[in-house]
């Protein structure tokens, strides 16, 4: 995909609906300058049609990385089954569905394709995928893709259970918790995939909540960025499923906001060399003297 994709022949913008338009000239496709995720509501998304459950916080975490994306003209996304694919798919991003446990291993060699037929052009390859999709049944693909140190970002959408099967219990669910379909609560406890990218050698990792649109913003951004020039990066987002967990929709948020304070607060880990990347690329212009 490209801006030229989007470019109407001359003589022809006017015609068109007005929410293309905008998606263009004042949404996350215009070239000049970029929407902030504190402004949603007031453009033209990505993404806004679904039919995800009303309340889901898996889907304010897709609609803010679709935002915070630096070229979604030049982004492809790979997912599976899932909730969040319910939501991705309906996005104007390229949206590859790969098969339960292989999203990780299409996404290393599109990412490999991609590299070679656009030398000049960066594309951006973007997991996005649930904590069973990922840590359980997608865990080869996951763990192999980083020692490879493939250079595509992975996003976990972890709302700690199967939500779109019925309620399964998954390797991200906490111990003790108990399911429709783990009714005597988990025996195990919540894998630690952070410690595992660390392992890895992944250059960029974070766990993040989605109580802070502007810090998600930067995070997926860096994410994205690292993964272009340096190596693989991963984020865990934690996205409730409030229906499988009985979360009141008006308590979706202050869900988010008490997991955030126990035990899901924001971390993140940085290799000296991603370090040295974003200092380059962050680098604010010093501000003049004033006389």
Not at 15 to 26: A, F, G, R, S, T
Not at 102 to 122: C, E, F, H, M, W
Request: hydrophobic residues 35%; contains cysteine.
């Amino acid at each position: 995909m490209a801006h030229d994709n989007l470019t109407p022949s001359p003589g022809y913008l006017e015609w068109l609906p007005i929410e293309y338009q905008d998606l263009v000239n004042l949404g996350p496709y215009n070239r000049e300058k970029k929407p902030k995720v504190t402004d949603m509501g007031k453009f033209k998304e990505i993404i806004e049609e679904h039919p995800m459950c009303a309340g889901c916080a898996m889907t304010l975490f897709i609609r803010l990385a679709m935002i915070a994306f630096p070229n979604p003209e030049h982004t492809i996304i790979v997912g599976t089954a899932g909730c969040g694919r319910l939501a991705i798919s309906q996005a104007s991003i390229p949206f590859i569905y790969g098969n339960y446990g292989d999203t990780n291993s299409v996404a290393s060699g599109l990412k490999r394709g991609l590299d070679q037929k656009y030398p000049n052009q960066p594309k951006d390859v973007v997991v996005m995928a649930g904590d069973g999709g990922l840590i359980d049944i997608g865990f080869q693909g996951l763990m192999h893709s980083w020692f490879r140190q493939e250079r595509f970002t992975t996003i976990m959408l972890d709302n700690e259970v199967y939500g779109n099967t019925g309620g399964q219990e998954s390797g991200m669910t906490a111990q003790g918790q108990v399911l429709k379909m783990a009714p005597r609560g988990k025996v195990t406890g919540k894998i630690d995939a952070m410690s595992l990218a660390k392992v890895a050698g992944v250059d960029y990792i974070a766990r993040i909540a989605p109580t802070n649109p502007s810090r998600v913003a930067r995070t997926i951004r860096r994410a994205v960025m690292i993964a272009r020039e340096v190596g693989p990066t991963y984020i865990q987002a934690y996205t409730s499923c409030n229906i499988e967990y009985a979360i009141p929709t008006g308590d979706v948020m202050q869900d988010a906001f008490d997991m955030e304070k126990e035990r899901y607060g924001f971390e993140e880990v940085i290799s000296d060399k991603a370090k040295a990347y974003l200092d380059e690329i962050e680098k604010k212009p010093a501000k003049k003297a004033k006389k």
